[in-house]
């Protein structure tokens, strides 16, 4: 498919100051940063635009202030970081209102070149509301805008859709336009076998990506405490496991689509079982694995079994485009993580394109080290989901079309 949109190839900022809306979202622990995937993810479109000789001026939402100063939700600590990644001072720009007089004099003092990060957005209350003051505030302080927040793309905010109604030139940087690329491509234009594998804990979550994902893929693998409602609608005892009741009749729904399109829909044929859930999640357990129409009615499902994980890794080895969304069991569990650690591996081994969509798959193969074995892992969990669901971005489409 292809991104229609102005990108940061197609411009040059030298001597202008470029607002760059960035997804510094990052988790921090008592003040450090304790995953920068998103900070080096973010480089090479701060990089091109200080090589073109721009005034970038960085932005980003942190966390949840849920619109007032919250010192545990500064991003001072992100300007610290991205200094030495990019071996350049970031000049942090700390206001209450993220824009003030003395931070619009700070930018006005800006060199070529230099760079400075903004507060975090969501100290403004208008932020999430898409607020017209705030995005003029904004908008004052830049010449172009460049949104590289593909994790907030799925929000119409004042820092990525709202500035850009008072901002003529406005383009995606890099990271934005490498997701879309991805997630477009394997989903529009998918090389075949496609083999889309969805887990988590509710179908609910995740009925349109479901249905979407069943007309463009070859294979929809189920697994996670989602398929549990679907083994119930198929009539079988899933025992005391995730089901969500309201939704059987949809899952007989997307059985049934599967098979008038001619899809093949895969459900879990053995499962690891307990008495209980764990508590705490990571607490020592006993479990069995059974085949899916024999589980006990006073047990729970709590990962897929390793009938199961074969069949699954076998369908990812013979794809050629793999999609890759939510756990296959309570994978916070080491016991109960086998099921996610063999997707995994499967999809490190294929030499078919794989692609990761954001949130716990993600971290989960970055904590298995698979992470460099993909060829994509979306930086943001929310809005890939809503790209699977075929929905167009609102901070996508708020930037020009080439
Ligand atoms: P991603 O983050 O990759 O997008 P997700 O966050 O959407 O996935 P969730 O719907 O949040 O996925 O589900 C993840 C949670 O599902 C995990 O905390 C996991 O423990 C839980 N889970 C997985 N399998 C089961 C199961 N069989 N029973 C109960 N919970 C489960």
Redesign the pocket.
Known sequence: MGLNKKSVDDINVKGQKVLVRCDFNVPLKEGKITDENRLVAALPTIKKLVADGGKVILCSHLGKPKGEPKPELSLAPVAVRLSELLGQEVKFVASPVVVDDSVKAAVEAMNDGEIVLLENTRYRAEETKNGEAFSKDLASLADVFVNDAFGTAHRAHCSNVGVTEFIDTCAVGYLMQKEIDFLGNAVETPVRPFVAIL????VA??LNVISNLLEKCDTLIIG??M??TFLKAKGLEVGA??VDDTKLDYCKEMLAKAESLGKQLLLPVDTAIAKS?PNP?DAEIDVDYVDCDAIPADV????IGPKTAEIYAEAAKTAKTVVW????????NPVLAKGTIAVAKALAETDATTII??????AAVNQLGFGDKMSHISTG?GAS?EFLEGKELPGVAAANDK
């Open positions: 887990g988590g804990a509710k979550d995740k996670g405490g398929a549990y496991s995730l859930f999640i729970l499902g709590l990962d969304n939510g756990p296959m069991g309570v994978f916070e969509g954001g949130g716990d798959s993600a969990g989901l």
